[in-house]
């Protein structure tokens, strides 16, 4: 079925007038009923789109795909942010590849012992997009001191800081163009050595629905960028704008295989200690510590597939 050559008359019927329709690589559409096309441009690595949506607040597109959506957002950036800065005893130096509407940060900075943050996103007109038409994740550009936008491509930057973060967080696109490089173990070995020990990294992971391969690929590479295959996992969160709403995230943790695990399905003691993860709690929309123990837990054929890698 998948390799049944797609007709142009195919593609285009699922683009009805009022609605903006993803179709993820001929296999499946998704769709919102649109009121207004704000923005539009072509960036020197992408197309650039933002659209007003008639019940979920405003959606950016990057090349086509959904990124976000105002209603949306909270499932992506608070499940990629919270779960690796809870299960840090005390994350201090955080990075943010891509990133650049701004949403991660958002969620990094409400952890009070962060003292810098860094978003590297290739492409600067995605973060100026945002801060016109979604303020409300990227209120911290030039305003909080801990917080820095350095618009460079990601591998670099992470080659360029050795042992240098308590917590990576890869917010990319998809795995085609100026984030294919994201995706491979090259990328991740460069990733382990710029986290300190016991650091970590989650990953935009794809859809278990949908590219299971990518998703298990990327878990593959992982582990060949040197992190122990005890040391590395996939959770999941709940994204309506992305191709079946439900969405993975990899996760993978620098100590040695025999070192203590810190407890995945349940925030940090330490964290709980201090009061973060109440802290946390509270002001999240989506992230609750019941979340946080549940998203551990994949369903069986996929677990099926990611167990013995
Ligand atoms: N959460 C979104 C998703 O899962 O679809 C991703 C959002 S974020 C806007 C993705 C960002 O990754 C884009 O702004 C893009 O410019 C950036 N990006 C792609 N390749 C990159 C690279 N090599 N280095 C840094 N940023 C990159």
Request: charged content about 20%; hydrophobic content about 35%; glycine content about 10%.
């Amino acid at each position: 079925e998948e390799s049944r050559p797609t007709r142009p008359d195919e593609i285009c019927e699922i683009h009805q007038p009022g609605w903006f329709v993803e179709n993820y690589a001929n296999k499946s559409a998704n769709g919102f009923a649109v009121e207004a096309h704000l923005h539009h441009e072509v960036t020197k690595f992408q197309t650039l789109d933002v659209y007003q949506t008639k019940s979920y607040g405003k959606l950016m597109v990057l090349d086509g795909n959904m990124q976000l959506t105002d209603a949306h957002e909270c499932g992506y950036h608070e499940m990629i942010v919270h779960i690796p800065l809870l299960v840090h005893p005390n994350p201090e130096n955080v990075l943010i590849v891509g990133g650049g509407d701004g949403g991660v940060m958002t969620q990094v900075l409400r952890h009070k012992c962060v003292k810098h943050a860094v978003q590297c996103d290739i492409d600067e007109r995605v973060t100026r997009v945002s801060q016109q038409f979604f303020p409300q994740l990227t209120a911290w550009v030039g305003k909080d001191p801990r917080a820095e936008a350095i618009f460079d491509d990601g591998i670099a930057y992470v080659r360029n800081h050795p042992n240098t973060f308590d917590v990576i967080i890869v917010d990319s696109t998809d795995p085609i163009g100026p984030a294919t490089g994201l995706f491979n173990r090259n990328f991740y070995a460069l990733v382990k050595n710029a986290l300190r020990a016991g650091g970590m990294v989650t990953t935009q992971g794809e859809s278990i629905w949908h590219s299971m391969g990518v998703a298990k690929a990327m878990l593959g590479e992982l582990i060949g960028g040197g992190f122990a295959p005890s040391r590395v996992g996939y959770y999941l969160s709940q994204v309506c704008c992305y191709p079946g709403s439900v969405w993975g995230m990899g996760f993978a943790l620098n100590s040695p295989p025999e070192g203590p695990l810190p407890c995945l399905d349940r925030p940090h003691p330490q964290a709980d200690a201090t009061g973060r993860t109440a802290e946390i709690e509270a002001g999240s929309r989506f992230y609750t510590r019941r979340m946080h123990a549940g998203c551990w837990s994949l369903p069986a054929f996929a677990e099926r597939e990611m167990s013995g890698l």
